[in-house]
């Protein structure tokens, strides 16, 4: 057996690395093992658990393999038949009473990586607690390296004996949406709409739900056979007035031309498309469908800051709901000024849904999101979905009668305009250190030539200025990054603070 040379450890979401170098099967099995140990540790084995996967190159075996080191150690495995969006196993998880689950995805990486996820028994990010009780399972097993501590069975095997069953997750899925959204409704509304799921997981779900086509018994694009699917990917379905285009559809794990994450540097396709189609909406999900992020009628992006406000703004105004709003530290400004426009309390957490859920949770919140364009619900999991993301920002049109710029113009006229930038850099450990002591060790007085008036390194270094406007230095739990990330009330001013934050770091 071949173990990874560097400790597994599970960042903001999961452990992820290089197909064939850090990510093996070797490393799959071992990572399920401790998954195993844990919920034995925990009282949870009887309770079984979902396992699922995203379309990137294996991730089916890769399932697989966890599945089998599961059943090895008897326990329970329902084993998603196709790939199936993040949120969608998460939920999952809720349907089946089940301990949790293991996701294999790579969320929004390049198609050389893949990922372990693990999720509580709430369908959540696991916790720190959790993560790091698996996370010395794992060690244990590799620091010995006692092969015979591994335990697994055969598929067939665990198939015969009843410790694997498949399980088809989208039809309970897509009955709750039903409940959260009034769908038919919104089939009614004349829309064009392209969508894009970036050869993701996602294939297939918006088409469904918005063509009406009883999606609790045909319940996705990805059921088909392959070659129906690929025929299906590439044509228009229009159902009454609405009118669905899918695009980048197929299967493809390399992710042809593209990163699967829906920033806009790699959604330039469906921003032409748009503008060529006349369509109302562009709509894109990354590589698991956990984020999402929006084309306007002009081609334009809305970056994730404006989306979160304005999906707040939505459950606010239109929905007429009333609880707290929980967001990251990188997240706009603008929502805590929606908290105060409508008299309802905001809470800040660091960076990872793994502490958004929990406040959510703890607080009945109406919202919980992040800067990377993943946002949960309240009544759904707490667990970002881009789906009802999508569907919600879709009814915020049809009530309000307005396209997304204007509900951005609509927007700025309530909070005043913000502006939003971030750059990363790959950085080795050695530099990652060298840049956390100089920060720790001395703070600027001003940045571009703006006075500094509070820190807050609860996790990276964020500068307060007297303008209102701020800058981060974080650091990327799951890749060798520095990020820079500012907001101001124009784009000049968040040029220069992402200046002089490339200046404070030496890059």
């Known amino acids: 057996m071949r173990l990874i040379d560097s400790p597994i450890k599970f960042g903001t979401d999961g452990w992820r690395g290089i197909i064939a170098e850090d990510f093996t099967f070797d490393n799959v099995r071992i990572c399920a093992q401790g998954v195993a140990d844990y919920l034995k540790q925990s009282g949870l084995s009887e309770r079984g658990l979902v396992i699922g996967y995203d379309t990137r190159f294996a991730s089916e075996d890769f399932a697989v393999a966890a599945a089998e080191v599961l059943a090895g150690n008897d326990i329970k495995v329902h084993l998603c038949l196709n790939p199936a969006p993040t949120p969608v196993i998460s939920y999952a998880v809720l349907v089946t009473k089940a301990a949790g689950a293991i996701i294999i995805t790579a969320s929004h ?3 050389s990586w893949n990922g372990f996820k693990y999720k509580s028994q709430e369908g959540t990010s696991a916790s720190d607690e959790i993560t790091s009780q698996i996370e010395k399972n794992i060690y244990q097993l590799t620091a010995k390296k006692r092969r015979t501590s591994l335990r697994t069975t055969d598929i067939g095997r665990a198939l015969r004996k009843g410790l694997v069953d498949y399980l ?5 899925y897509f009955k709750q949406l039903n409940q959260l959204i009034n769908l038919e409704e919104l089939r009614s ?3 064009n709409i392209i969508v894009d799921p970036m050869y ?16 609790e018994r045909d319940s996705s694009v990805a059921s088909l056979p392959q070659n129906d699917r690929k025929r299906r990917a590439h044509n228009d379905i229009v159902e009454g007035n609405i009118k ?9 794990p390399s992710f042809p031309g593209i990163q699967p994450e829906p920033i806009a540097k790699n959604l330039t396709k469906l921003s032409r498309l748009v503008v060529e189609q006349k369509a109302d909406i562009g709509l894109a999900t990354d590589g698991d469908s956990d984020r999402i992020g929006i084309i306007d009628e002009k081609g334009e992006f809305l970056n994730q800051h404006q989306v979160f406000a304005l999906l707040c703004l939505y459950l606010l105004e239109v929905r007429g709901e009333r609880g707290a709003i929980i967001k990251t530290l990188t997240s706009t400004t603008m929502l805590s000024r929606l908290g105060e426009i409508f008299d309802v309390p905001v809470y800040e957490t660091p960076v990872g849904f793994k502490y958004v859920a929990p406040l959510m949770e ?18 759904h999991i707490p667990e970002r979905d881009a789906i009802l993301a999508g569907l919600y920002f879709l009814d915020f049109m049809t009530k309000t009668h307005k396209t997304p710029s204007q509900l951005l113009d609509y927007l700025y006229s309530k909070v005043g305009p913000h502006y939003y930038g971030r750059t990363d850099f790959h950085i080795s ?3 990652r250190q060298t840049i956390m002591d100089q920060l720790s060790s001395s703070s600027p007085d001003t940045i571009a030539s703006i006075k500094v008036t509070k820190v807050d390194a609860t996790d990276g270094f964020r500068f307060f200025l007297t303008d209102k406007s701020w800058l981060l230095i ?7 990054l520095v990020r820079l990330y500012a907001e101001a009330e124009s784009l000049g001013r968040v040029t220069k603070l992402l200046h002089a934050g490339k200046k404070l770091i030496g890059v």
């Open 474 to 480: 974080r650091f990327s739990g799951t890749e060798p």
């Open 189 to 191: 509304h004349r829309l």
């Open 200 to 215: 993701g997981a996602g294939s297939g779900y918006f088409m469904r739900l918005l063509c009406g086509a009883c999606p």
């Open 429 to 431: 450990a050695s530099k």
């Open 362 to 379: 703890q607080h009945d919140a109406i919202i919980g999101g992040e800067e990377s364009g993943g946002y949960g619900f309240r009544g």
């Open 109 to 111: 990486n390049p198609g």
């Open 168 to 172: 088809d997750p989208a039809p309970a």
């Open 244 to 252: 669905v285009t899918e695009i980048n559809a197929e299967r493809n």
